[in-house]
């Protein structure tokens, strides 16, 4: 291999990686104040559109059953929210206003099917075991155990 080969090689490992020295990663408080700001939003869109709805089809508002059509309801917003403004945005309401976006570590555009895993199984299985979330303080990568199943992580971006 003649050295330009070996130059444009190198360039192109460059690109592949991202250079973490120019990268900062979003520590637990950023994310988890971009995420109160989240359901602050999700409670709006649900109070704005699901509860006339189920009121107008006359559907009952308070059920204690994770069954219940509300709770269904909140559940499909809550999770479109975040599979559709990560997918077209990188980043959601809160992650906008905190200057924040999700990354693929191996600088690849996200695909529909880490969006899916992170937004949905992962974000599942974080929530459930609490532990999930709390490890983005201790990680150097500041991710969560959701970002660690799908190779991705949260970054400042610069304005």
Do not use: C
């Not at 444009?8 to 490992?13: G, L, R």
């Amino acid at each position: 291999m003649d050295y330009e080969n070996q130059d444009e090689f190198a360039k192109s490992e460059i690109i592949q990686e991202p250079d973490s020295g120019s990268i900062r990663f979003a520590g637990f408080w950023m994310r988890f104040w971009a995420y109160l700001l989240d359901l602050i939003v999700i409670g709006s869109i649900e109070r704005l559109i699901i509860n006339p709805l189920f009121r107008f089809l006359e559907i009952p508002l308070v059920e204690f059953n994770m069954f219940a059509p509300i709770s269904i309801a909140s559940a499909i917003i809550f999770y479109l929210y975040f599979v559709l403004m990560t997918k077209y945005f990188n980043q959601t309401l809160g992650k906008m206003v905190f200057g924040l976006k999700v990354i693929d570590l191996k600088s690849e555009k996200l695909s529909w099917g880490t969006i899916l895993f992170r937004e949905w199984i992962g974000r599942f299985i974080s929530a459930t075991i609490v532990v999930g979330y709390i490890v983005i303080a201790f990680l150097p990568k500041k991710q969560g155990i959701h970002d660690l199943f799908t190779d991705t992580s949260v970054i400042h971006i610069e304005r």
